[in-house]
Structure formats: structure tokens, C-alpha cells
């Protein structure tokens, strides 16, 4: 089992930034691929973005590259998300998740773990 808590959530105008963690807890953090998803009311969880267990691969979606950036810290056991140039539609519910899948895993039914989520939310 690994328990997955986010944090750094919050209200940001448009523009603006926010740095997302996510802690793990329970069986080995670094024997796990790391990934964000998010998801806005009525829509389905979209991938976000993914990091490779020593962090030396990551992906990302179209709608977040450039602007976003995965990293981990397998010392701490912990994820990170840093969102930059936020945008109106960027707004959703954020949720970080782990997979023992190796390679680039972009569906959610690919991930083993999931935690709650932390509310993002950009105002124009």
C-alpha cells in the first residue's frame, strides 16, 4: 500500500503560479512511476504529467508543457508540481497517483494509487 497526500493548492489569478506536493507514505516511494492528474467538475480525469522512478524521464500534456514541471525528491518521498503561467482553464481538482507500470503511462487505469486531491482554482 502507499498513501498519497497533496497539498499547495489554491486561488491564483490568471498569470500566477503555485507549487503542488505530493507526500507518500508506506511502501517505497522511488519503486514507483509518479503522475498528476486533474479533473474539473462534469469532465473526465485528464493526465497532467509523469516522472520516472529516479526521476530521469518525464512527460507531459500538450496543455501543460512549458508551463508546468514534475520533479521528485525520493529522499523525502515526495512528488512536486510547479505550475507556472496559470491559466482560467486550468482550474480543477489536481491529483497525484503511482504506478508500477514502467514507461510512458498516461491512463489513469495504469496507476496503482491515488490520493485525494487538492483544489486548484485560476480566476481570469
Known amino acids: 500500500q502507499v498513501q498519497l497526500v497533496e497539498s499547495g493548492g489554491g486561488l491564483v489569478q490568471a498569470g500566477g503560479s503555485l507549487r503542488l506536493s505530493c507526500a507518500a507514505s508506506?511502501?517505497?516511494?522511488?519503486?514507483?512511476?509518479m503522475g498528476w492528474f486533474r479533473q474539473a467538475p462534469g469532465k473526465e480525469r485528464d493526465f497532467v504529467s509523469r516522472?520516472?522512478?529516479?526521476?530521469?524521464?518525464?512527460y507531459y500534456a500538450d496543455s501543460v508543457k512549458g508551463r508546468f514541471t514534475i520533479s521528485r525528491d525520493n529522499a523525502k518521498n515526495t512528488v512536486y508540481l510547479e505550475m507556472n503561467s496559470l491559466k482560467p482553464e486550468d482550474t480543477a481538482v489536481y491529483l497525484c497517483?503511482?504506478?508500477?507500470?514502467?514507461?510512458?503511462?498516461?491512463?489513469?487505469?495504469?496507476?496503482?494509487?491515488w490520493g485525494q486531491g487538492t483544489q486548484v482554482t485560476v480566476s481570469s
Open positions: 497517483a503511482a504506478t508500477s507500470v514502467v514507461g510512458i503511462t498516461t491512463s489513469s487505469a495504469d496507476y496503482d494509487y
Open positions: 508506506g511502501r517505497t516511494f522511488s519503486s514507483y512511476g
Open positions: 516522472i520516472s522512478r529516479s526521476a530521469d524521464n518525464s
